[in-house]
């Protein structure tokens, strides 16, 4: 660890807080990308898992999407059937990393829907998940992905566009 001498102690400090910064290079980016896979697909699965009981939807599922989750332009049926589904096998591909930029979009307009029309006040946790869930969409799922290996992703980010200023 090398401190500028001489300068001042703004300097010194500004230095200082480089090189702390600097440490996070360290940080594997496979394990970055595998972490904000898995801990959002968690969530969804475990939710998943609450709305069966083996292979059949529970009444109460059914329920809570006709009078907690109602959604405008669906009917609670199709919802409920749908959402089951979807928490099922979306965070079963994005854990493996198999379509994976696909299954985090699936997954990020849950959350966007479960925001805006079921929960709007949990924004703060609905942001994690999307925090997540974005940084498979625009970086990709990594090497320790099944995409990796099949070739299906090329681990690039997305291109950012240029805004005219």
């Not at 709305?51 to 999407?65: A, E, M, P, Q, R």
Request: charged fraction near 15%; proline fraction near 7%; hydrophobic fraction near 55%.
């Amino acid at each position: 660890m090398t401190i500028s001498t001489g300068s001042t102690p703004r300097h010194r400090i500004r230095d200082l807080i480089r090189q702390a910064n600097g440490m996070a290079r360290f940080i594997p980016q496979d394990l970055v990308t595998l972490a904000a896979r898995v801990f959002p697909a968690m969530v969804f699965w475990q939710s998943a898992r609450t709305k069966v009981d083996g292979f059949s939807i529970k009444d109460s599922t059914y329920f809570l999407f006709e009078h907690v989750y109602a959604l405008p332009m669906i009917p609670p049926a199709q919802a409920a059937v749908l959402a089951t589904i979807a928490e099922h096998v979306l965070p079963v591909l994005l854990i493996l990393g198999l379509f994976a930029r696909f299954s985090a979009l699936g997954l990020l307009l849950m959350t966007a829907v479960i925001q805006i029309f079921v929960f709007p006040e949990a924004w703060v946790t609905h942001g994690l998940w999307a925090a997540a869930l974005l940084v498979t969409l625009v970086h990709g799922p990594g090497r320790l992905s099944l995409d990796y290996p099949l070739k299906l992703d090329t681990g690039k980010a997305i291109a950012s566009r240029e805004s005219p200023m």
